[in-house]
């Protein structure tokens, strides 16, 4: 009864939510991670180190909290300190609000989002911010990501059958675009799922305007583009099945102590029902 409850005071309650929104995380409705996301990754020692194996001890874990930020309210954070190689949260799948994509699916994910460091210092080694990950056993690990070092990148990378190309050979930089620190911003990722070569989409907002796209860097893999450069033709269904993760990841990022922002966190299926007011 008391998650029928809930729901029903995230129906009633929410502004943005209508019958196109499938998903939204709001922690003014609830601050517990687990009513809308599947999990938060804190740092999966052994197998996230940042040094060698077993460094554990007297590392902090990564956690996440609501604040209150002076333009919006309640938003998330997420803090994932230095010698921690990862802060995310992971998948769609909560106890109250959950969407599990599947083949075939268009759906476009929006968030709000800022960064910044928990003693000033500049993030100046790329670090990996978003994931469109795959669940092993897979061919591309993450079909899309997004990376940050001042610059914020939105990447592509294409599939490995044989298992001999290393994941950086596969990258294709699709967008670049400098981002201070401490500076909210917008994104809407339109994605059409499709586990054939070049059978899915992509399509990015940044502010609220669609931006074009590019092979602006690669080496092994290049995706295929519209005439207008607005839409990525693109493998983005990989593995078991696919899902997000947002937050901060990698080896890089182990030299930093992270705050990840987010904010009016929502899926929907169209663009007009997740474009930032």
């Known amino acids: ?34 009513d809308f996301f599947k999990r938060f990754d ?9 040094v060698s194996k077993g460094d554990e001890a007297g590392v902090t874990p990564s956690s996440v909290s609501v604040v209150t930020d002076p333009e919006f309210g309640k938003v998330w954070q997420i803090n994932k300190p230095k010698n921690r190689k990862r802060g995310e ?52 690990n993450y079909p899309l990501n997004m ?11 294409g599939a490995d059958y044989e298992g001999k190309v290393g994941q950086f ?27 054939d070569d070049f059978g899915g989409l992509v399509r990015f907002w940044f502010n609220g305007e669609q931006q074009e796209l590019d092979n602006l ?16 033709y693109h493998r983005t269904n990989d593995g ?10 990698n080896k890089k990022s182990c030299h930093y102590n992270v705050n990840a922002y987010f904010h009016d966190m929502k899926v929907g299926t169209t663009l007009s029902s997740v474009l930032p007011e």
């Not at 968030?111 to 978003?130: H, L, S």
């Not at 990376?147 to 990378?157: P, R, S, V």
């Not at 860097?217 to 990525?232: A, F, N, P």
Request: hydrophobic content about 35%.
């Open 217 to 232: 860097q690669s080496k092994k893999y290049r995706v295929k583009l519209s005439d207008d450069h607005k839409t990525v």
């Open 1 to 34: 009864m008391k998650k029928i409850t809930l729901l029903l005071s995230l129906l009633l309650t929410t502004p943005h939510v209508s019958a196109q929104i499938i998903w939204s995380a709001d922690p003014n409705q609830s601050t517990k991670v687990g």
């Open 147 to 157: 990376e940050y070092d001042g610059d914020l990148t939105l990447n592509a990378f």
């Open 169 to 195: 050979a596969r990258r294709a930089v699709l967008w670049r675009q400098p981002v201070p620190q401490n500076e909210w911003v917008s994104f809407v990722v339109h994605i059409k799922v499709d586990k």
């Open 89 to 140: 949260f992971a998948r769609f799948e909560g106890l109250v609000n959950s969407l599990s994509p599947k083949e075939g699916d268009d759906i476009y994910i929006a968030w709000k989002w800022k960064i910044d460091t928990q003693d000033g210092a500049q993030i100046d080694k790329e670090i990996t911010v978003f994931q469109w990950k795959s669940a092993s056993p897979h061919n591309q």
């Open 42 to 50: 804190d740092g999966n020692y052994p197998q996230d180190y940042c």
């Open 240 to 249: 078991r099945f696919v899902y997000p993760k947002w937050g901060a990841y």
